[in-house]
């Protein structure tokens, strides 16, 4: 017999279910709207981003890091808005269309989802290379150019790039493509599903690791010392700076090589500013995306057809949002600590 104790307690589960269901249906909508027309502005603004730094040149090796991560900040919005897409009614329809049966989620997923986790992973290792190399900019300001050529930028991208999109091809080896009848309709249908997380296979499951602990964990420990250190730096060149160059220069040589000096200083300064917020802007939108990753690693409860779905798909949802609006605000980074990068921007858009 059923005491009352378990009665109760299966009630309170329904019932936490069903209003997370409710919650989910209700702000469902609103998300998709605004992850759609925030990737819209986030790909405009990379493009421009891509335009800008290719026109001012590659005298900097930084701007090779932010035209490749402009490049697959592109690549994280686009399969972004594609997966959110695909949860609307008209790719069923499409479906139909096409006689393919398939769970639209799992369709998302393989898609849209495990794409975009791909690019914001890649994301990350880029932005953990642009912050080394500001350290080592810091750190070494003269042996670095030595040490960083441009073939030696060209080399890191292209093998961050690689190591960050490389191992969704893993996550494609649990999904089952199959040709069926199907007897209510007397027609042939491509059936798509995937097993459980026990039923994957280990390439599956190495994805599943790589994109849900190692990844984020590397490129969160490597930001956020970075940015800490730069940080730090930052406040004691500027004490050093009130000291030693807040003297009024005069036509002398000593004060036209202390002028110098300043405005070298100013200009490592912007650009030490400028990717301690890009790091910041990384460091609190990857945070859920990670951590839902990571749940989902551990537990099949937390997935998608597990005992807290709804729950995921909503937090699934937000970190889309999150990761979508961290590939898309850069450009405003850019254009607002950046007085070069401004100027290239409107010569750009005025076409002068």
């Known amino acids: 017999m059923v005491n009352n104790t378990t009665l109760n307690a299966l009630s309170q589960q329904d019932f936490s279910q069903w209003f997370a269901r409710d919650i989910f249906f209700a702000v469902k909508p609103v998300i998709i709207g605004v992850i759609l027309g925030i990737g819209v502005l986030g790909i405009i603004g990379n493009i421009l981003t891509i335009l800008v730094y290719v026109k001012m040149g590659f005298s900097e090796t930084i701007h090779m890091s932010y035209i490749t991560l402009a490049v697959s900040d592109i690549g994280n919005i686009v399969f972004v808005m594609w997966s959110t897409i695909c949860t609307t009614p008209i790719i069923h329809l499409l479906f139909s269309q096409f006689r393919i049966t398939t769970d639209p989620d799992m369709f998302a997923s393989f898609t849209g989802a495990w794409p975009a986790q791909a690019f914001s992973k890649t994301t990350g290792l880029i932005t953990a290379w642009i912050s080394i190399e500001r350290c080592l900019c810091v750190v070494f300001p003269i042996e670095v150019k030595l040490m960083i050529t441009r073939s030696v930028t060209k080399f890191v991208l292209i093998t961050l790039f690689l190591f960050g999109c490389a191992p969704v091809a893993f996550a494609f080896f649990g999904c089952t493509f199959e040709w069926r009848l199907d007897p209510l309709r007397n027609e042939t249908r491509l059936f798509m599903f995937e097993g459980n997380l026990k039923t994957l296979n280990p390439l599956n499951q190495y994805a599943f690791t790589l994109y849900g602990v190692v990844y984020p964990v590397f490129?969160?420990?490597?930001?956020?010392?970075?940015?800490?250190?730069?940080?730090?730096?930052?406040?004691?060149?500027?004490?050093?700076?009130?000291?030693?160059?807040?003297?009024?220069?005069?036509?002398?040589?000593?004060?036209n090589q202390r002028s110098e000096r300043s405005e070298i200083f100013l200009r490592t300064s912007h650009v030490t500013k400028m990717n301690i917020a890009i790091a910041s802007v990384f460091i609190l939108c990857s945070l859920i995306n990670s951590i839902i990753l990571l749940l989902s690693s551990f537990t099949d409860e937390f997935f998608f057809y597990g005992r807290l779905r709804y729950l995921f798909y909503l937090s699934a949802l937000i970190a889309f949002l999150m990761s979508e609006t961290n590939s898309s605000v850069n450009i405003i980074v850019f254009a607002v600590m950046g007085k070069r990068f401004r100027t290239t921007l409107k010569q750009i858009v005025l076409r002068k």
């Open 219 to 255: 490129s969160w420990i490597t930001v956020t010392l970075c940015t800490a250190f730069l940080i730090a730096k930052l406040r004691k060149s500027a004490r050093w700076r009130k000291k030693h160059l807040n003297v009024p220069a005069n036509e002398t040589p000593e004060g």
